[in-house]
């Protein structure tokens, strides 16, 4: 699953009340009532809204769902402000989205596949799909018989940041997911600046060890989309080659196949574990160019860089700011 695909970013702010500080005490005071009343209004809103989904299924969405299943967008909820009521994980729970547990340390686990008996235990007042995939078949008629559902998009790899608008115009929050773009934006523009002047137009690739086998990352998905496409890093020949025919974020590489890396810098994810600590000690590793150069850059296996969103990619951003222009 791993494979397959800020709330601190923002926080609501009264824009109104600061812009008329200046204007008069009572005109101040009764347009700052004004807002307090809509916004009340809309609070007390019961009236679900009906939208339309990726597959075209009409789904009337609660206005202010309490109990959500969104699993693997667990990303876009917290960007957002929103807790799940059961977040996303595989083998037995043991594993989950480490990066976002300063948020979610509290909520329960849910298998990655969502067994039907496991979702309707939750009571879900709403289940947001992140693709096709895990509804085909008759699941969406038995996961809608449980609590409206909603699925995102059609791929199994979809873009995130159109994952993100979606998600937030399913909460009413459109605006506050634009917002989250905007700061992620900002973010990339200064760091596509700060790397150049340090490293040019160096290449680098990222390589995931875990169980003594080694998988590098596409070019265009999960952590190779920030290195890439968002950061302007040079696509090293062999993630071109790989990333023509991948389907997945992470691909499976062989050591020899590795020696032939013509990346300036290499980001490794350790996982720990026995088998991969030796793979990192043989030979063959060792003839890597970069990791001849020095120009090895390790990363624990609990970092963002397996997984995607505004989140996810904002904390890989600083990694490689944080690494090559120190």
Not at 70 to 94: C, F, K, M, N
């Amino acid at each position: 699953m791993l494979c397959n695909k800020i709330n601190w970013f923002l926080a609501s702010t009264c824009i109104m009340t600061i812009l008329l500080v200046g204007c008069g005490h009572n005109e101040a005071k009764t347009t700052s009532q004004e807002a307090l009343q809509t916004q009340q209004q809309v609070d007390n809103t019961t009236e679900p809204r009906t939208l339309t989904d990726a597959l075209g299924n009409r789904v009337e969405v609660p206005v202010h769902p309490k109990r959500v299943i969104a699993s693997y967008l667990e990303d876009h909820l917290v960007a957002l402000g929103i807790t799940p009521v059961a977040q996303w994980s595989v083998r037995d729970g043991t594993s989950v989205q480490d990066y976002l547990q300063d948020v979610l340390q509290e909520v329960p686990t849910i298998p990655y596949d969502l067994p039907f008996e496991a979702v309707q235990s939750f009571q879900p007042d709403l289940i947001i799909m992140d693709s096709a995939a895990m509804v085909e078949g008759d699941k969406y008629a038995q996961y809608s018989n449980i609590a409206p559902t909603f699925v995102i998009g059609t791929e199994v790899n979809n873009d995130w940041r159109d994952e993100l608008l979606a998600v937030g115009e399913v909460f009413g929050q459109k605006d506050k997911a634009q917002q989250v773009l905007d700061v992620y934006n900002a973010k990339v523009k200064e760091a596509q600046q700060r790397l150049y002047h340090h490293v040019g137009n160096s290449s680098a690739a990222a390589v995931w060890v875990v169980g003594g086998k080694f998988f590098i990352v596409s070019q265009n998905l999960s952590s190779g989309d920030v290195m890439y496409n968002d950061l302007g890093l040079t696509v090293p020949a062999v993630v071109q080659e790989i990333s023509a025919n991948a389907t997945a974020n992470w691909n499976e590489i062989s050591l020899e196949k590795l020696v032939t890396l013509d990346a300036d810098h290499l980001f490794v994810i350790e996982s720990a574990d026995d088998e991969s600590v030796q793979a990192l000690s043989e030979k063959l590793w060792q003839a890597i160019p970069a990791v001849q150069a020095g120009n090895v850059h390790k990363l624990p296996k609990n970092s963002s860089w397996l997984y995607t969103g505004a989140i996810a990619n904002t904390k890989i951003v600083d990694d490689i700011v944080n690494a090559l222009a120190k």
